[in-house]
């Protein structure tokens, strides 16, 4: 497995792992909704009941978010190299990695970091279609595209 490829199974799986939580909580929010209306009676039980339906249509929301990266995530080529930078490259810019893909936590990979980043994001915009060598400026830093991997 290519060091890119590891990387973008981390990814994959930490998405899937947040699909996964979401979807345990919606589960526990709906049995204990279930447990909760055998036994209540009143204003409090209606009270919780649409605090339960309120946090379980955040979590749907969250998920459907997460569901909606994971299918982003599905349709990169892992093992695609590209002369320009597209969405799955992996970019090296003055020795910072830089994932095009989603706006993502940074993460480590075999010791080193490496930042996940959104394609409409300023800085992926900027470096979308390009190629080694392109020069770009951040808060006053000039960054060169070293390679694409």
């Known amino acids: 497995m290519t060091f ?8 994959l799986q930490l998405v899937q792992d947040r699909i996964d939580v979401f979807r345990d909580m919606i589960a526990a929010l709906t049995e204990d909704s279930k447990n909760d209306a055998k036994g209540s009676a009143g204003d409090k039980h209606e009270t919780a009941l649409s605090m339960m339906h309120l946090e379980q249509e955040k979590l749907n929301t969250k ?3 997460v569901v909606t990266q994971k299918a982003i995530l599905d349709k990169i080529d892992a093992s695609k190299i590209a002369q ?5 490259s ?8 830089l ?3 989603l706006a993502l936590p940074k993460i480590n990979i075999e010791g080193t970091n490496i930042i996940a980043l959104s394609p409409q994001s300023p800085l992926g915009n900027k ?6 060598g392109f020069t770009f400026e951040i808060n006053g830093t000039t960054y ?6």
């Open 84 to 88: 320009t930078i597209i969405v799955g």
């Open 63 to 65: 998920l459907r978010e």
């Open 99 to 101: 994932y095009m893909s």
């Open 127 to 132: 470096l979308m279609g390009n190629v080694v």
């Open 90 to 97: 992996l970019v090296k810019a003055n020795g910072i990695f």
């Open 144 to 149: 060169i595209i070293e390679e694409i991997l």
């Open 4 to 11: 890119k490829q590891k990387i973008y199974q981390y990814y």
